[in-house]
Every structure is written in structure tokens, then in C-alpha cells.
């Protein structure tokens, strides 16, 4: 299971509300730092087994700040979770991507809804059956609707898998231009390099 929730936060006067501090509150929630974090899961998780110390290292990279207890189940579930999400980078044309989503946004447990976590977030929405619903359940239903708003906003798949055998990792399509067919330049380049010396050959 997820953390207990903390106690409310002292009043808003209270919090630190500089336009620093007020842009960090929003960008923290937002559907590219969802988005961005459900990626690197899925490469964490996927790629072998992780262990919780990987895991949990990830999540505080990617804004999680509360105390993060991973249980062998837990692991268990997130990975599942992932291997679920990497069809959805997988889909080959919108159309299968949008499918795919559509099927695991049915397997969510709650319905839409915005929190705040208790105030110490910015109003957000959740499709998960609570706020302390275990891991597995939130990373699922979080990713999903993060991956659902970049598919209505560009209307093309919200990722793909880096065609570099070596690699095979999911990247995120966020901006525009043509489309993308590796996650980094250090793997285009790579992948370059060793059709140059093939041809050589």
C-alpha cells in the first residue's frame, strides 16, 4: 500500500509563494512530469528485475517526496503495471495506441477525480480508487491518463520503444517534428555508426 497521508499543511500564507516556488507547485503534477515519469518506470521496471532501492530512487527523481516503502509485492505489481504501459509505446499508429489505452483505462480501479493529497500538492486528477491505493494501482492509472492527454493533444501514440537493439527503451513524443525512432542521440548515433560499418564491410 501507498503511504499514510500526512497532515494538512499550515495555511497558504504559510507556504513558500514566490513565482519560483509557485511554478515548481504546478509543474510538479503536470502531464509531462507524469508522463515523463511513467517512461523511466517502465525502463526501470522492465528491463530486469528492479530492486526497491532502484525503484525509489526513480520516483524521487520524478517529484515523489513522502516516505516510499516498497514491499516485495509491491515491486511485484509496479512491474506488472509496466509491462502493461510499454504496450502502449509498443502501438504501431495512434489507432493501436488509443486502443490499447482504452483497455487499460477499463482495468483502473476508481473513477476521475482531482486531490490535492491533503494540500500538499496542487489540485490534480487521479483515476486510482484512492489516495493511498498501492503502487501498482496508482503508477497503472496515473500513466494511463498522463499517456491519454498527450494522445487527444498531439492525436498521434504518446511514445515509442528505441529501435536500437542494444537499447529498446520507451521514449516520449513531446514536441514536434518528424518521427522520432530512437530515446537518445547517443543510441541514433550508435545505431549510425554501425550501419556505416556494416556498409563498409
Known sequence: MRPTPP???????????TPAARREWSTRHSVQTTAR???????ALV??????????????????????????GDLAELR??????????AADGVDRA???????LRSTAGTLRLTSHYGTSPWHPH???ADEAPWGEWFLASSCLGLLVLLWNHQRPPGGVCASPACRNVYLTLGSGPPR???????ATRERVAAYRRARA
Open 80 to 89: 506488472s503495471a509496466a509491462l502493461r504501459l510499454r504496450e502502449v509505446f
Open 37 to 43: 515519469r511513467t517512461a523511466a518506470l517502465v525502463n
Open 7 to 17: 497532515p494538512p499543511p499550515p495555511p497558504a500564507g504559510h507556504r513558500d509563494e
Open 98 to 104: 488509443a486502443e490499447t489505452l482504452n483497455r487499460l
Open 181 to 187: 525512432r530512437y530515446c537518445s542521440r547517443r543510441c
Open 47 to 72: 528491463s530486469e528485475v528492479p530492486s526497491a532501492d532502484t525503484v525509489t530512487e526513480v520516483l524521487r527523481e520524478h517529484g515523489e517526496n513522502g516516505p516510499i516503502e516498497l514491499s516485495a
Open 127 to 129: 483515476l486510482d480508487s
